[in-house]
Every structure is written in C-alpha cells, then in structure tokens.
C-alpha cells in the first residue's frame, strides 16, 4: 500500500488527536500530534511563574526544545528533554494556547520541525493549519469538525476523567473563544481548503470516524 501524508485539520474537541492516534496506529504510521507542540511552548511560559505576555512566550522560544516521541500508538511530548505529555492538556495551558499559537516566532519554529518530521511520509498529522500550510502537497487531507456543544462536551469528560472539578457551560465558552482566536488571527488560521473532505463527528462514534478516514487512504 503506498505510503501516504495525510492531513487532518479542525478545531478543539473535534476528536482529531482519538481518531488520528487510532488511524495511525492501523496504518502502521507515525502520529505527529502539532497541537501538543503549540502546548508545549505554553507549558514552558507557565514555568517561568510570570504574567503572562507575547514578550514572555516570546522569551521561552529562541531556547526551547520541543521533541515528539511516537511509540507503540502513543505520543510523548518532551520540553528540554522533560517528558511533559500529562501536564499539557490542562484548563491552565488551554487557556493560553491561542495567545501562543498566534505568535509568528512561535509558529515558524514549530512548522520547520513539523515539515521534517513529514518528510520520510506514513504519517498522520493533526493540527489546524496542516492541509493549508505545513503539508499542502499532502496526499489526504480531512477537516474534522462537531458542533461546539458536542465539543465541550467530549472535552469535559476528558478533563473530568482526569479529576479535574470542571463546568460544561464555561469549557464551552473556552472552546467558542478558542475556534474564534484560531480561526480569526492573521498567520496561518484555521481554514478548510477547497481539497479537504469534511468529517463532521457530531453524531458519529469513534470507530465510524476512524473507518472513514482509513477508507480515504486506501
Ligand atoms: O489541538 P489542540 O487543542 O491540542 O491545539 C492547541 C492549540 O494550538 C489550539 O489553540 C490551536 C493551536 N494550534 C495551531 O494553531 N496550529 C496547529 N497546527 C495546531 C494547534
């Protein structure tokens, strides 16, 4: 079977990192989850224990190390060589992640590594502006979206499975004012491209999405 560059874009709580994970791991490739890469730089501002501004992310990303490690279907996140796959998907990065991402430093960093990690192809990449941007040559390209209610309600149950003490209504206003923020800021917004196929997942069960987008690549 050849070996394909699939692309897969949408907004928060769409499902895209479950069902890309899932994808990948049929297909035997290599899941590059870019949304934990935007996290990551969010994570090491977090650390510096200051306000948070552009000039503070800004100062984290001349240095910062930020590695992917793909392995037996899952993903770690490592800033520095720290492994920080659990500490980055909490309701304190959630809510910064747009300021970071809308940062051209930021975003030119984190693509150059993007495109090099695509580049030996079978891979399955995630993110917001992949089929537009980062891989506009890839094979398949997909925009995965759900309404905002079954959003913030598939993100609040991650978040409360994780114990965290969480509110539908405010998770919800959390992911409007992110779709807004990522879809309206100058570099590199949230698009679907005339060649992407729309998935909508409102109401379809993982398995269904996943059968869908391994239909597309074969
Ligand atoms: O998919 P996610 O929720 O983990 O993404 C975190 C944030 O990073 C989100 O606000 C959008 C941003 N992002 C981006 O701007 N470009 C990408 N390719 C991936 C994520």
């Not at 935007?38 to 224990?49: D, E, H, S």
């Not at 094979?139 to 079954?150: G, R």
């Not at 509110?167 to 005339?194: C, G």
Request: hydrophobic share 40%; charged share 30%; glycine share 6%.
């Amino acid at each position: 079977m050849k070996q394909y560059v699939v692309a897969i874009d949408g907004p928060a709580g769409a499902g895209k990192s479950t069902v890309a994970q899932l994808a990948a791991k049929k297909l035997g490739y290599t899941y590059i989850d870019t949304g934990a890469m935007y996290r990551a730089v969010a994570w090491k501002t977090l650390q510096q224990k200051q306000p948070v501004t552009d000039e503070l992310i800004l100062s984290v990303v001349p240095d910062i190390l930020v590695d992917l490690q793909y392995a037996e279907g899952k993903t770690r996140v490592l800033v520095d060589g720290q492994d920080v796959t659990g500490e980055i998907r909490t309701p304190d990065i959630n809510k910064i992640v747009s300021q970071v991402a809308k940062l051209g430093p930021v975003r030119e960093k984190l693509v150059v590594l993007q495109r090099r990690m695509a580049e030996r192809g079978a891979v399955l990449m995630d993110g917001r502006d992949i089929a537009s941007h980062v891989l506009p040559n890839a094979d398949v390209k997909i925009f995965l979206t759900a309404s905002v209610e079954e959003r913030a309600r598939r993100r609040c149950k991650e978040l409360r499975e994780k114990g965290y003490d969480v509110n539908e209504a405010e998770i919800q206003r959390d992911i409007a004012a992110r779709d807004k923020a990522d879809s309206e800021r100058e570099i590199s917004p949230l698009v679907q491209t005339e060649d992407a196929v729309l998935l909508d997942t409102t109401n379809l069960s993982i398995d269904e999405v996943v059968e869908k987008i391994l239909e597309m690549c074969r």
